[in-house]
């Protein structure tokens, strides 16, 4: 039976787990991102998380898929994550191959690899043309056209977080000002109530805020009604420039329910006009914390449709 090892590594988590040829996860374990330490250390770690998988499992990975957040220079692996302190262009598919010699090991962009496994398991499946979204801490996305990843120039075609909803709004962390990320975001989103009175406390969350929405607290609302917004005008601008069908929108924000997809659909409506837009469906997410693994596996599962890069070229660039 095939079995891929799938790492998906993030601000807050290392995860890894076993998924099978049917996109099933097995052997699931992850642990928080250190928050401090080298570079080393933090390998350290990671290769502790897989070591707990890998003797779960009791079987040797016929292939390797990792999620990591970004930026990272694409396909060669090299990894600086804004939200990663300890890892400044640090050669994480090199170190994963001298680990697992044998096996192709293909990395992608953590938000991408989301994007994927919705495609192919999730809420996307059995649609041609999907923007997957994540709306959590940042936004990202991964874009799927004909059944394909499309990954761009770089590998960050669908990355819809800095596509620009407000050039008169905040600025944003890219250097740019009104991006989609700079609204929507839960870190965006806390700021932005505080400065309109909402809890004064340095350590409030996006957690906190959604629970207060729900609540009926009348700023929490309105910061989730300007999300919901700001996204709906992004998908609609995304759904004109790729036909798309489906728009599938994970991350923490999404499981907030109505309260932030009644008024993304209603700004949707308002600015997707065109004929070929009208009946595009955004739907939430339904792998949860688990996409980015299957995502990462089908890397490796499903490289027909997820993976555009040769091995050979990858031998080259290494």
């Given at each position: 039976?095939?079995?891929?090892?799938?790492?998906?590594?993030?601000?807050?988590?290392?995860?890894?787990?076993?998924?099978?040829?049917?996109?099933?996860?097995?052997?699931?374990?992850?642990?928080?991102?250190?928050?401090?330490?080298?570079?080393?250390?933090?390998?350290?770690?990671?290769?502790?998380?897989?070591?707990?998988?890998?003797?779960?499992?009791?079987?040797?990975?016929d292939g390797v898929g990792v999620g990591c957040s970004g930026p990272m220079t694409w396909p060669e692996g090299v990894v600086a994550p804004?939200?990663?302190?300890?890892?400044?262009?640090?050669?994480?598919?090199?170190?994963?191959?001298?680990?697992?010699?044998?096996?192709?090991?293909?990395?992608?962009?953590?938000?991408?690899?989301?994007?994927?496994?919705?495609?192919?398991?999730?809420?996307?499946?059995?649609?041609?043309?999907?923007?997957?979204?994540?709306?959590?801490?940042?936004?990202?996305?991964?874009?799927?056209?004909?059944?394909?990843?499309?990954?761009?120039?770089?590998?960050n075609a669908g990355h819809i977080g800095h596509v620009v909803v407000d050039p008169a709004g905040p600025d944003c962390a890219c250097g740019?000002?009104?991006?989609?990320?700079?609204?929507?975001?839960?870190?965006?989103?806390?700021?932005?109530?505080?400065?309109?009175?909402?809890?004064?406390?340095?350590?409030?969350?996006?957690?906190?805020?959604?629970?207060?929405?729900?609540?009926?607290?009348?700023?929490?609302?309105?910061?989730?009604?300007?999300?919901?917004?700001?996204?709906?005008?992004?998908?609609?601008?995304?759904?004109?420039?790729?036909?798309?069908?489906?728009?599938?929108?994970?991350?923490?924000?999404?499981?907030?329910?109505?309260?932030?997809?009644?008024?993304?659909?209603?700004?949707?409506?308002?600015?997707?006009?065109?004929?070929?837009?009208?009946?595009?469906?955004?739907?939430?997410?339904?792998?949860?914390?688990?996409?980015?693994?299957?995502?990462?596996?089908?890397?490796?599962?499903?490289?027909?449709?997820?993976?555009?890069?040769?091995?050979?070229?990858?031998?080259?660039?290494?």
């Amino acid at each position: 039976m095939t079995a891929v090892l799938a790492i998906d590594i993030g601000g807050t988590k290392m995860a890894a787990a076993m998924v099978d040829a049917e996109g099933t996860v097995s052997s699931y374990f992850r642990e928080p991102t250190p928050r401090s330490g080298n570079a080393e250390s933090l390998w350290q770690r990671l290769e502790s998380v897989l070591a707990k998988v890998l003797a779960d499992a009791g079987v040797t990975p016929d292939g390797v898929g990792v999620g990591c957040s970004g930026p990272m220079t694409w396909p060669e692996g090299v990894v600086a994550p804004l939200n990663i302190v300890a890892w400044r262009d640090f050669p994480l598919r090199q170190r994963l191959r001298e680990m697992f010699p044998n096996v192709p090991v293909r990395l992608h962009n953590d938000a991408v690899c989301v994007a994927i496994g919705e495609h192919w398991t999730g809420a996307g499946r059995g649609a041609h043309n999907v923007l997957g979204m994540v709306v959590s801490t940042g936004v990202g996305g991964g874009l799927l056209l004909g059944g394909r990843l499309i990954d761009g120039a770089s590998g960050n075609a669908g990355h819809i977080g800095h596509v620009v909803v407000d050039p008169a709004g905040p600025d944003c962390a890219c250097g740019g000002r009104g991006c989609i990320e700079a609204i929507a975001s839960g870190p965006a989103l806390v700021a932005w109530a505080q400065r309109q009175g909402w809890r004064a406390d340095a350590e409030a969350t996006g957690v906190e805020l959604a629970a207060d929405a729900r609540g009926g607290e009348a700023i929490a609302l309105a910061a989730m009604h300007r999300a919901g917004t700001a996204l709906g005008i992004a998908i609609a601008s995304a759904a004109h420039l790729c036909d798309l069908d489906t728009v599938v929108v994970g991350g923490g924000l999404s499981q907030t329910g109505a309260l932030l997809f009644d008024p993304l659909e209603r700004a949707l409506r308002r600015h997707a006009r065109m004929t070929f837009t009208r009946n595009v469906r955004v739907v939430p997410a339904q792998l949860g914390q688990r996409a980015g693994l299957v995502g990462a596996a089908a890397l490796i599962l499903r490289a027909g449709q997820y993976w555009s890069q040769t091995e050979e070229y990858l031998e080259v660039v290494q």
